[in-house]
């Protein structure tokens, strides 16, 4: 997960992360987390990024890294 995150710190975490996920997916839990789509992951706190990668995993079942 984290990985995929910050794959390209340019990018927005949502593109980042639909490498990995599901689109309507991520913007699912980052709605959930309370994180906007425009986010870059290098602007959440640690807190966020585990509530994203909570969210996400328990959408998919996935243990993504």
Request: hydrophobic fraction near 30%; aromatic fraction near 10%.
């Amino acid at each position: 997960f984290l990985k995929s995150a910050f794959v390209q710190r340019r990018k927005t975490l949502y593109n980042n992360l639909k490498q990995v996920y599901d689109g309507e997916t991520i913007k699912k839990a980052l709605n959930q987390a309370q994180l906007n789509e425009s986010i870059r992951a290098e602007a959440c706190t640690h807190e966020q990024l585990y509530a994203l990668f909570t969210q996400l995993n328990q959408k998919q079942g996935n243990n993504h890294e």
